[in-house]
């Protein structure tokens, strides 16, 4: 009698609201929002969030439902937030209560640290590289002759050419 709710989830701190194979990941301190959503040929109605963790049993949140919807907002994601979460519609029609879950959607706290070595430090760390390896190649460049250059230095130095040597030696 009614679909299945659809469940998603969203993160707004650091922008990344990362998918998972298992589910979601979201970075410890972000507010994130968990929402529920149907498509129903009936008004009102609300949903439930159910959420399971290994450390708890099962815990509810009810929102009514607005334009077939509702946003479960936490505003800073810690350790017990992971879990499994799912929306339950219930609505009353022609006086019957009816209600469909959705899916499990699994989400995993997890601490920011790494992304930010991996997002900022190693950029940070090639950039250096490369910009040390430019001046490091342009300061060498001017200081090593190669072998031609060590002749022509040499002919130089004494001050008369290679060919009037020669010329010079026959008189």
């Given at each position: ?14 922008g990344v609201s990362g998918a998972q194979q298992q589910g979601f ?147």
């Amino acid at each position: 009698m009614l679909f299945q709710p659809n469940i998603s989830v969203s993160s707004s701190m650091y922008g990344v609201s990362g998918a998972q194979q298992q589910g979601f990941q979201v970075f410890r301190g972000s507010t994130f929002t968990i929402s529920c959503s149907i498509q129903s040929q009936f008004p009102g109605g609300s949903f439930q969030l159910t959420f399971t963790s290994i450390n708890s049993a099962n815990n509810y949140y009810s929102l009514p439902a607005v334009n077939h919807s509702a946003h479960f907002l936490f505003p800073a994601a810690e350790p017990a937030h992971q879990g499994s979460y799912s929306c339950v519609y219930h609505v009353s029609a022609f006086s019957l209560n009816c209600s469909s879950e959705s899916r499990l959607l699994s989400v995993t706290v997890t601490d920011p640290e790494p992304f930010i070595i991996r997002a900022v430090v190693l950029p940070l760390t090639q950039l250096l590289v490369t910009v040390g390896l430019y001046f490091y190649c342009k300061a060498t460049r001017g200081r090593r002759p190669s072998r031609q250059e060590d002749i022509e230095l040499d002919y130089d130095d004494l001050g008369v050419p290679a060919e009037e040597e020669g010329a010079q030696g026959a008189e």
